[in-house]
């Protein structure tokens, strides 16, 4: 089972959700005992629908943007006058409905939220208001929590005194905003974690790499310039794209372009040693993989699998279309090794540097695509080496 869903936050989400529909049904079914006519099903449809609306802004975190999106359906939850959403510093960063001017008693509370952590209510008399014909009868605030932290606040202003069904209800509307904060900050999290993890694979290939490269091309320069130069410029290309900022995700055809780099500087180290097959079907050419996903399969495939066997061998790369997914096989008929111990050098390959990568793409792709989406290897002594991923062709959020 993947770790995210396990995670504290991610089932937070889910059980606030469905306080969340409850919870209001029963506030607007009370508000509206008597205008009540849609059934029970329609209701709850209305519901969950309104609260579908909201998601998506509120899952880019807490922003002036994602609260104006956001509050006109929370507040069709609710059915206030009005509601309000504010940041860290009280300031309302959306409105939506009337009475407007009672902004700043929305502040002085959300100040009081702020400091406490607790849900702030205001009656009539608890307000100043120089409209005789102003609605607004209460105020309650409730915090908006991240990872323990008060990040903001939700006010509803009612034209009703507030009562404990108001109450409750603007409670969970706050859980599931918060709920979906929390998503934003695990998702946020994730992607920083994915960043780390491209850093540490550079980290991990660039040292033995480029010293063996520059080696390579300093023993050309002088038998043979023009392949010098070739090779540098090899060199030179590999190394801007594999040190490039531009996101998580590339295409298949651009990471197969960074592969013939890397086999060109190896094959001009290697010599006869290193054969290189590759087969690819050009209708998976456009399928979105994570960055450096295939290069260190191929690295492990030479470095381990044929630099330590008498007479080289051979690398083969296909990529196959399957459908729904493109399924990707880098194999070579090199050493091999026991599968066990496989497993426990990968335990600490990024200590050792040993089978570079082969951890660090197969926890890119799971985190990617699903706990179903890692690394298939297949080796054993002396029979050589297959690495099989698959790539799903579209998935949500995955994108170049």
Known sequence: MPSWLTDPRVLAAVGVAIALVVAVLVYRRVKRRNEFASPLERATFSTLHTVSLAAPALREGLSEGSAQFAVPYLRTLLDTEALSMTGSDCVPLAWDGEAEHHSLDVRQYAEKVMRTGRQQVASRKDIECGSQDCPVRGIVVVPL?????????LAAVSA???????????????????????????????????????RALRAQISPHFIYNALNTVASFIRTDPERA??????????????????????TLADELKNIDRYLALEHARFGARLTVKVQVAPEVLSVVLPFLALQPLVENAVRHGLSGKPGGGTVTLTAEDSGAECTI????????????????????????????GLGNVDDRMRSAFGPDYGLVVETER?????IILRVPKFRAGVRV
């Open 229 to 250: 130069r070739e090779l540098l410029m090899e060199f030179a290309d590999f190394t801007r794209y594999s040190f490039r900022q531009a996101g998580e995700y590339t």
């Open 382 to 386: 002396g029979a050589g080496t297959k």
């Open 145 to 153: 929590e991240v990872d323990g932290n008060v990040a903001g606040t």
């Open 329 to 356: 096989i880098v194999e070579d008929d090199g050493v091999g090794m026991d599968p066990k111990a496989l497993k426990e050098e990968n335990r600490d390959a990024h200590l050792s540097g040993a089978h570079v």
């Open 160 to 198: 009703d005194t507030p009562g404990p069904v108001l109450l409750r209800a603007s409670a969970e509307v706050a859980r599931y905003v918060s709920s979906q904060l929390e998503l934003a900050d695990l998702d946020e999290s994730r992607a920083r974690l994915n960043r780390a993890e491209v």
